[in-house]
């Protein structure tokens, strides 16, 4: 079992940078790819960006390629997306998702973007982009 508590979220105006933090507990974090999706009102949970178990391989959403970052400290058991340059259509809750791959590295991109893909989801942190 794992647990998955983000924070970070905020009101920032357009152009500005926020920090998302997604703390893990529980057992074998290191196993786990990560992933950050955001649903914004009356529309579908999407993608956003997601790691592997390692970090040696992240796979972002067109829409935010360039201007969002995941990154994760294992040692920390916490995953993290840097936001940059954000724009009014950022506007979402965000949630961290944690997928057991037991420790495999070799899955296809397309499987880290997929919602079925994982096990645990967090509670979300709202974020609003001001214009």
């Known amino acids: 079992q794992v647990q998955l508590v983000e924070s970070g979220g905020g009101l920032v105006q357009a152009g500005g940078s926020l920090r998302l933090s997604c703390a893990a507990s529980g057992r074998a974090f290191s196993t786990y790819a990560m992933g950050w999706f955001r649903q914004a009102p009356g529309k579908e949970r999407e993608f956003v960006a997601a790691i592997t178990w390692s970090g040696g391989s992240t796979y972002y959403a067109d829409p935010v390629k360039g201007r969002f970052t995941i990154s994760r400290d294992n040692a920390k058991n916490t995953v993290y997306l840097q936001m940059d340059s954000l724009k009014a259509e950022d506007t979402a809750v965000y949630y961290c998702?944690?997928?057991?791959?037991?420790?495999?590295?070799?899955?296809?991109?397309?499987?880290?973007?997929?919602?079925?893909?994982?096990?645990?989801w967090g509670q979300g942190t709202q974020v609003t982009v001001s214009s």
């Open positions: 998702a944690a997928w057991n791959t037991g420790g495999i590295e070799g899955y296809s991109g397309t499987y880290y973007s997929k919602i079925s893909s994982y096990d645990y």
